[in-house]
C-alpha cells in the first residue's frame, strides 16, 4: 500500500479525478489533452534517457498513446485493477511497443542499423523497470492528491488546518491552537481524525 508522506499538490487537475474524466465522453477530450502531456512527456524523457533518438522516442510516445486511448474506457475505478495497477500496465504496454519496434527492424535488416542502436538500451530489462518505477512515483503522486482533496473536502477548514500544521509544517499543538483558536486537544483530536480518514481513503483507493 502506497504512504501519504508529502504535503498536498496545489495542481489538482492532475491527480486521479482524472481518470474519471476520461472514461466521461463528455470530458474526455479535455482530459486527455492533460494525460497526454503528463505521460506522454514521461515516456518520451524515458526514452530519450535510455538512448533512443528523439524521433524513435516521437514514434513509441505517440503509439502508446494511440493503444492507451483506444483502451481508456475499459479503465474503471473500483474495478479489477487500482490506478497503480493500471498506470504499471500501461507502461509495461510502453516496452512491449519498444520490443515491437526492435523485432520489425531487425526483420529490415542492415539498413536500419542505426535505428536498431537507438532502442537497443530500452529493450533491457533496466529500463523497462526503470519505467514502471517512474510510472509508480506518478501513481503515488496523483492517488496522494486525491486522497488529500477527498478528505479536505469533508471536514472543517480548522480540522484540516489543525492536520496540516501539525503533521507537515511540524508545528507545536500550542502554536496551531493559539493560532487557529482551538484547545490543545481539539488540535490533536483534529489531526488523528484527518489521519485516519486519509488511512481510509488510501485503502479503498490504492489497495495493493
Excluded at 504535503?7 to 474519471?20: A, F, G, I, Q, Y
Excluded at 515491437?100 to 538500451?121: C, H, P
Excluded at 503522486?141 to 488546518?161: C, G, P, Q
Aim: aromatic letters at 8%; hydrophobic letters at 40%; proline letters at 1%.
Amino acid at each position: 500500500m502506497s504512504s501519504i508522506s508529502s504535503s498536498p499538490s496545489l495542481d489538482s487537475r492532475t491527480h486521479l479525478s482524472l481518470l474519471v474524466r476520461l472514461c466521461d465522453n463528455s470530458r474526455r477530450n479535455e482530459a486527455w489533452d492533460v494525460f497526454a502531456e503528463k505521460y506522454g512527456g514521461q515516456i518520451y524523457r524515458w526514452c530519450r534517457h535510455w538512448g533512443a533518438e528523439p524521433a524513435d522516442a516521437e514514434d513509441i510516445t505517440q503509439e502508446t498513446l494511440l493503444a492507451v486511448y483506444l483502451r481508456i474506457v475499459r479503465y474503471e475505478h473500483g474495478g479489477r485493477y487500482s490506478f497503480r495497477a493500471w498506470l504499471r500496465k500501461i507502461a509495461k504496454r510502453v516496452w512491449i511497443k519498444v520490443l515491437e519496434r526492435s523485432v520489425r527492424n531487425k526483420a529490415l535488416g542492415a539498413g536500419q542499423s542505426v535505428e536498431n542502436e537507438s532502442i537497443q538500451k530500452l529493450v533491457s530489462t533496466s529500463a523497462r523497470d526503470d519505467l514502471l518505477h517512474r510510472f509508480d512515483d506518478m501513481a503515488r503522486e496523483e492517488i496522494r492528491d486525491l486522497v488529500f482533496n477527498r478528505v479536505k473536502s469533508r471536514v472543517a477548514e480548522n480540522t484540516w488546518n489543525a492536520y496540516l500544521m501539525n503533521d507537515h509544517e511540524k508545528q507545536s499543538g500550542e502554536e496551531i491552537a493559539e493560532k487557529l483558536g482551538m484547545t490543545v486537544g481539539a488540535v490533536h483530536v483534529s489531526a488523528h481524525r484527518v489521519r485516519k480518514m486519509i488511512r481510509e481513503e488510501l485503502a479503498i483507493i490504492d489497495p495493493f
